[in-house]
């Protein structure tokens, strides 16, 4: 005799979210949310001596209601605080790091009929009143960041609501940016202590232990459950390109690779720079470009073009693409290096969300060698250039550094045997057999020539500058790769490492 036992927590995935299944570690999260609390409502109803008793027997039970969640990036993350959301008897506050997601959340969680408010800056009274307004008459999900957080006035407000459960989304910004430039995310602990929420859940894709030991004390004071599936995103294959000129380079990606693609820059302007070439060569409306300087209107128009692109190239700095449900990317490149190997894995991440194959590019230069050379050598940046340079498998490289699991790779340029000689390669070997043959200006005319040829091949149009060849000899010198003769030779070029 079959007996169907009926599974509520899936029939509403599949009644709210038109999910088919959950993933085993999605259901693990869910179910330690539900269980913690269980535990809270039963302690609601036990005498002070009954309580410690029960406190004693069902410790696991609490400290399920205090999580750091790691799953990949594409995992469904936001599923284990949604569907909470709707069973728990009380609001769930989930804080974000960027307006982009909050409207990215408002805009999924409204597409399948779930209200929500969001708490932002520049709010009226009248405003805020009405939001709160609406979760007492039912509203579950309100979406906020960590400075408006700060409002000692909103955070009374927000005591009064009953908030059940706290989500923080891109939990590893908590000690990356609290450190740094966003201190109100070290103020999280004392929100959760003004709130009194019985259920707190931190959420990241990308943490080293050095940064899950922050996270633990910065917002659990230390005691917290850890829940951590496997890291690797096989689908996604890594590769680094050396290269001098490294705009040349985009665009014989953008011919080449699968689209849509992200192109992560380092500064506002090298966006718009790079979107204005991408247009030039392939086309106006090929690319657009993203940063934190656009006006609202702006963001919101670039963000509907890109999320509804089949071909389309989005150049943008990092304020693009944490946790930006695209997910059908095909190729992420990063123009510069992240500043650590979890933002690199973070932002690579943000390709093949639908699980088909993927490829990150780094592109690496001999002036990124000299940075990454200065950090210490255990240090999160230093691990940037291990990545870029080693020899050995870069996934695992990357695994390592989050302290995961060993795999065999599924696919990286070390592993795949990928050689793509790269331009201040091509000039040194030039150099190297011509010893003391060539002056600046004899090289710089050949390089330009020689250039054009092999991406006029890809390409179909001349896309090497003069500029191009000043600077794969600028960076060669600096670098002590080569160097100008003396005496009977000087003024010319000679290799000075036989390893370039």
Same mark, same amino acid.
């Not at 696991?60 to 909470?84: E, M």
């Not at 291990?386 to 599924?410: P, T, Y």
């Not at 040829?453 to 890809?458: C, E, G, H, L, P």
């Given at each position: 005799?079959?007996?169907?036992?009926?599974?509520?927590?899936?029939?509403?995935?599949?009644?709210?979210?038109?999910?088919?299944?959950?993933?085993?570690?999605?259901?693990?999260?869910?179910?330690?949310?539900?269980?913690?609390?269980?535990?809270?409502?039963?302690?609601?109803?036990?005498?002070?001596?009954?309580?410690?008793?029960?406190?004693?027997?069902?410790?696991?039970?609490?400290?399920?209601?205090?999580?750091?969640?790691?799953?990949?990036?594409?995992?469904?993350?936001?599923?284990?605080?949604?569907?909470?959301?709707?069973?728990?008897?009380?609001?769930?506050?989930?804080?974000?790091?960027?307006?982009?997601?909050?409207?990215?959340?408002?805009?999924?969680?409204?597409?399948?009929?779930?209200?929500?408010?969001?708490?932002?800056?520049?709010?009226?009274?009248?405003?805020?009143?009405?939001?709160?307004?609406?979760?007492?008459?039912?509203?579950?999900?309100?979406?906020?960041?960590?400075?408006?957080?700060?409002?000692?006035?909103?955070?009374?407000?927000?005591?009064?609501?009953?908030?059940?459960?706290?989500?923080?989304?891109?939990?590893?910004?908590?000690?990356?940016?609290?450190?740094?430039?966003?201190?109100?995310?070290?103020?999280?602990?004392?929100?959760?202590?003004?709130?009194?929420?019985?259920?707190?859940?931190?959420?990241?894709?990308?943490?080293?232990?050095?940064?899950?030991?922050?996270?633990? &004390?910065?917002?659990?004071?230390?005691?917290?459950?850890?829940?951590?599936?496997?890291?690797? &995103?096989?689908?996604?294959?890594?590769?680094?390109?050396?290269?001098?000129?490294?705009?040349?380079?985009?665009?014989?990606?953008?011919?080449?690779?699968?689209?849509?693609?992200?192109?992560?820059?380092?500064?506002?302007?090298?966006?718009?720079? %790079?979107?204005?070439?991408?247009?030039?060569?392939?086309?106006?409306?090929?690319?657009?470009?993203?940063?934190?300087?656009?006006?609202?209107?702006?963001?919101?128009?670039? /963000?509907?073009?890109?999320?509804?692109?089949?071909?389309?190239?989005?150049?943008?700095?990092?304020?693009?693409?944490?946790?930006?449900?695209?997910?059908?990317?095909?190729?992420?490149?990063?123009?510069?290096?992240?500043?650590?190997?979890?933002?690199?894995?973070?932002?690579?991440?943000?390709?093949? &969300?639908?699980?088909?194959?993927?490829?990150?590019?780094?592109?690496?230069?001999?002036?990124?060698?000299?940075?990454?050379?200065?950090?210490?050598?255990?240090?999160? /940046?230093?691990?940037?250039?291990?990545?870029?340079?080693?020899?050995?498998?870069?996934?695992?490289?990357?695994?390592?550094?989050?302290?995961? /699991?060993?795999?065999?790779?599924?696919?990286?340029?070390?592993?795949?045997?990928?050689?793509?000689?790269?331009?201040?390669?091509?000039?040194?070997?030039?150099?190297?057999?011509?010893?003391?043959?060539?002056?600046? %200006?004899?090289?710089?005319?050949?390089?330009?020539?020689?250039?054009?040829?092999?991406? &006029?091949?890809?390409?179909?149009?001349?896309?090497?500058?003069?500029?191009?060849?000043?600077?794969?000899?600028?960076?060669?010198?600096?670098?002590?790769?080569?160097?100008?003769?003396?005496?009977?030779?000087?003024?010319?070029?000679?290799?000075?490492?036989?390893?370039?």
């Amino acid at each position: 005799m079959n007996v169907s036992v009926e599974d509520p927590v899936l029939k509403l995935a599949q009644e709210k979210f038109g999910i088919k299944y959950l993933y085993p570690w999605q259901r693990l999260v869910i179910a330690n949310i539900l269980e913690a609390n269980d535990y809270c409502k039963m302690m609601m109803n036990l005498s002070e001596n009954e309580k410690s008793k029960f406190e004693e027997e069902n410790s696991d039970s609490f400290c399920l209601g205090r999580q750091i969640v790691l799953l990949p990036t594409g995992a469904g993350k936001s599923l284990c605080f949604q569907i909470p959301a709707i069973i728990l008897n009380g609001p769930t506050l989930v804080v974000y790091p960027l307006l982009a997601l909050m409207s990215d959340q408002q805009r999924r969680l409204e597409e399948c009929n779930i209200d929500c408010v969001v708490l932002k800056g520049g709010q009226s009274k009248n405003e805020r009143e009405d939001l709160f307004c609406r979760v007492r008459e039912g509203t579950k999900v309100i979406l906020a960041n960590p400075e408006v957080l700060e409002n000692d006035n909103l955070l009374s407000s927000l005591k009064t609501l009953g908030i059940r459960h706290v989500a923080i989304d891109e939990a590893h910004c908590v000690y990356e940016w609290g450190k740094s430039f966003r201190h109100s995310y070290l103020s999280l602990n004392k929100v959760l202590s003004v709130l009194q929420v019985p259920l707190v859940t931190a959420f990241t894709a990308t943490a080293s232990p050095e940064v899950l030991e922050n996270i633990s &004390r910065i917002l659990f004071d230390g005691e917290v459950h850890v829940v951590r599936s496997e890291s690797d &995103r096989a689908n996604i294959h890594y590769y680094v390109r050396y290269s001098s000129a490294k705009t040349k380079d985009v665009l014989f990606l953008a011919k080449n690779e699968q689209k849509p693609m992200i192109v992560f820059c380092g500064t506002r302007k090298k966006t718009e720079n %790079m979107a204005r070439d991408l247009n030039l060569c392939f086309g106006e409306g090929t690319s657009f470009f993203y940063h934190a300087g656009l006006q609202k209107s702006e963001k919101k128009t670039v /963000e509907e073009w890109f999320y509804n692109s089949k071909d389309g190239i989005l150049c943008a700095t990092c304020a693009y693409g944490m946790g930006v449900d695209k997910k059908d990317i095909k190729t992420v490149v990063h123009l510069e290096p992240a500043q650590t190997v979890e933002a690199y894995i973070q932002e690579a991440g943000r390709a093949g &969300r639908d699980g088909s194959i993927a490829k990150a590019f780094l592109l690496w230069s001999l002036e990124d060698s000299k940075k990454f050379s200065a950090f210490g050598m255990d240090s999160r /940046e230093r691990m940037v250039k291990e990545f870029a340079e080693s020899d050995r498998c870069r996934r695992q490289i990357l695994l390592d550094a989050l302290g995961a /699991e060993r795999v065999a790779c599924s696919g990286c340029d070390v592993c795949d045997n990928v050689k793509n000689q790269s331009d201040w390669e091509f000039t040194y070997s030039i150099i190297n057999k011509n010893r003391n043959f060539y002056n600046e %200006m004899e090289i710089e005319e050949r390089i330009f020539s020689d250039m054009n040829i092999r991406y &006029r091949k890809s390409i179909g149009k001349n896309i090497w500058t003069h500029a191009d060849s000043v600077e794969v000899i600028r960076q060669l010198k600096e670098s002590g790769k080569i160097k100008e003769a003396g005496w009977l030779w000087k003024g010319r070029l000679r290799a000075v490492s036989s390893n370039p």
